[in-house]
């Protein structure tokens, strides 16, 4: 029998155990999909202080592990379970680094669940972590073929692997793997980190040249990972494409053209078990492309009466997201009122910059009937709004791949998209969604128009709702590319 490839998967977020957005949901969905087909996949990520330990089944798997990190010896403890419902084991990094419960992000309280804190303090946390990554590979029992690490939490890896190379016959052969879940985030330090971190050799004076931040004293993790990971991959083929340009590329389109020819654009699936209108526990009527004509009413009906709005047939027009600029917040806050003035409602979920949340929270007041922002994280007021909505929002500004966009349509929700990154790939025009080009109000306006127009229009509206839930988002089709990858890092 042919030997199983054995991948570690090493990042910040994991779903259910812990989750801010995409990165959790596509760490917890794809490997179940790369096991299905043969792969052998471990999953490591830091043990924060808000993962329920009793919930998720997580028991001590070695204590007192040593780390040299900022020329000292620390202590860590490794505790492991299973990714639910399968045998995929979980690996969590326990160090008092990622205790606390509070997160703290542009200097105010940002979400619970103890993930991202200021990211100076990150940068510190996610490389002793790195670190920690790499002695666990040398305490567990199972010799890894590909490391697969996720956007700039873990993007040190690869340099991490090629310094323990240096002295470790066993880390010679471990490939690497990046993926780039946004580019926007990069992880930019000073360069004490490299002493902190103990990566001297490595990091050697040829290669700290491109290093270098361009203020020319900074170290960036995201561009690190990029030139020293054996492939790099990123989320979505037309994304892989835009980061090559000095618009989508974040200052750093030059190193990822240097590595054009490793860089590939492999589009994230969901997790279609989870996101399923037809065994959804979070929603009050379950349905199907079949009987939704009926059935999403009664949800609608259902989000309505939570919401305290009044119940009716208006377009219910949703928005599920982090309220910062990229997914579109700028061109969305003009239109709200002209839109307001039509007959609909508006269905907003999400947590963000102060200055989005308090011009929603006026409009709450403004608009008690037609209008409710919730500002929170509520994964279950997620699911109703998804199934009980008609149109979604997602007007970003870019989209490495998004995945609010195919959980809309898997639930029948109609997404009105501009056409970067993930989005382009994913929504079809007048077939599965609403496409728009320009960056701006007028263009995004217009969009809405036509779904109004459309919403009239039942017949096509019903076709355009049957062909949106028909569409494949599984993992399926994407695992089988990543897989590729991994065939091409091991041959
Ligand atoms: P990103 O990872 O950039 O935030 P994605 O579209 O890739 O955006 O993924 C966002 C995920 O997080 C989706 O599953 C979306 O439903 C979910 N989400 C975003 N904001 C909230 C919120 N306030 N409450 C519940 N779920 C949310």
């Known amino acids: 029998m042919e030997n199983k490839i054995k991948v570690l998967f090493a990042g910040a977020e994991?779903?259910?155990?812990?989750?801010?957005?995409?990165?959790?949901?596509?760490?917890?969905?794809?490997?179940?999909?790369?096991?299905?087909?043969?792969?052998?996949?471990?999953?490591?990520i830091p043990f924060y202080g808000t993962i329920d330990q009793k919930k998720f089944k997580i028991k001590l798997f070695k204590k007192g592990l040593n780390l040299q990190i900022d020329n000292s010896k620390e202590k860590f403890d490794l505790y492991q379970t299973f990714l639910p419902g399968t045998k995929i084991s979980v690996?969590?990094?326990?160090?008092?680094?990622?205790?606390?419960?509070?997160?703290?992000?542009?200097?105010?309280?940002?979400?619970?669940?103890?993930?991202?804190?200021?990211?100076?303090?990150?940068?510190?946390?996610?490389?002793?972590?790195?670190?920690?990554?790499?002695?666990?590979?040398?305490?567990?029992?199972?010799?890894?073929?590909?490391?697969?690490?996720?956007?700039?939490?873990?993007?040190?890896?690869?340099?991490?692997?090629?310094?323990?190379?240096?002295?470790?016959?066993?880390?010679?052969?471990?490939?690497?793997?990046?993926?780039?879940?946004?580019?926007?985030?990069?992880?930019?330090s000073s360069l004490d980190i490299i002493d902190y971190a103990g990566l001297h050799q490595a990091l050697t004076p040829a290669l700290m040249e491109d290093y270098y931040d361009h203020d020319g004293d900074k170290i960036d993790m995201m561009k690190i990972g990029i030139l020293s990971a054996d492939l790099v991959n990123t989320v979505s083929p037309t994304y892989a494409k835009e980061i090559l340009t000095k618009v989508y590329g974040e200052n750093l389109e030059q190193y990822l053209l240097r590595r054009k020819k490793h860089l590939f654009g492999i589009l994230n699936g969901i997790d279609t078990d989870v996101f399923n209108p037809q065994t959804d526990k979070a929603i009050a009527k379950k349905y199907n492309q079949n009987n939704f004509l009926s059935h999403k009413i009664l949800n609608k009906k259902a989000l309505q009466t939570k919401l305290k709005l009044p119940v009716s047939d208006v377009p219910v027009f949703a928005l599920i997201s982090r309220l910062v600029s990229q997914k579109g917040l700028d061109i969305l806050n003009p239109l709200?009122?002209?839109?307001?003035?039509?007959?609909?409602?508006?269905?907003?979920?999400?947590?963000?910059?102060?200055?989005?949340?308090?011009?929603?929270?006026?409009?709450?007041?403004?608009?008690?009937?037609?209008?409710?922002?919730?500002?929170?994280?509520?994964?279950?007021?997620?699911?109703?709004?998804?199934?009980?909505?008609?149109?979604?929002?997602?007007?970003?500004?870019?989209?490495?791949?998004?995945?609010?966009?195919?959980?809309?349509?898997?639930?029948?929700?109609?997404?009105?998209?501009?056409?970067?990154?993930?989005?382009?790939?994913?929504?079809?025009?007048?077939?599965?969604?609403?496409?728009?080009?320009?960056?701006?109000?007028?263009?995004?306006?217009?969009?809405?128009?036509?779904s109004l127009k459309i919403f009239k229009d039942k017949k096509t509206l019903n076709k355009m709702i049957k062909n949106a839930m028909s569409q494949d988002f599984s993992w399926q089709k994407s695992a089988s590319e990543y897989i590729k990858l991994y065939k091409k890092l091991v041959r």
């Open 14 to 44: 994991l779903t259910p155990l812990v989750k801010v957005g995409g990165l959790g949901d596509v760490m917890g969905a794809m490997p179940k999909s790369l096991a299905k087909y043969g792969i052998d996949v471990k999953i490591i």
């Open 91 to 188: 690996y969590l990094f326990k160090h008092k680094l990622f205790n606390s419960k509070d997160i703290y992000f542009g200097g105010r309280k940002y979400f619970k669940g103890g993930v991202y804190s200021r990211e100076i303090k990150d940068i510190d946390r996610f490389i002793f972590f790195s670190k920690g990554v790499v002695e666990v590979i040398k305490q567990l029992n199972w010799q890894i073929d590909i490391l697969h690490a996720h956007d700039w939490h873990t993007a040190m890896l690869p340099t991490f692997i090629d310094e323990y190379s240096l002295s470790d016959e066993n880390f010679k052969n471990i490939k690497t793997l990046f993926t780039i879940h946004n580019l926007a985030n990069q992880g930019i």
């Open 336 to 450: 709200w009122e002209n839109l307001l003035k039509q007959d609909l409602q508006i269905v907003i979920l999400g947590t963000g910059e102060k200055k989005y949340e308090e011009e929603l929270k006026s409009l709450n007041k403004k608009y008690p009937n037609k209008f409710k922002a919730v500002l929170k994280f509520d994964a279950d007021l997620a699911q109703m709004i998804y199934a009980g909505s008609d149109f979604f929002l997602m007007p970003s500004n870019f989209e490495p791949c998004g995945l609010g966009q195919m959980i809309s349509m898997r639930y029948g929700t109609l997404p009105i998209v501009r056409a970067t990154g993930g989005l382009k790939d994913t929504v079809k025009h007048k077939k599965t969604g609403f496409v728009f080009k320009d960056y701006h109000s007028k263009a995004l306006e217009k969009a809405c128009d036509l």
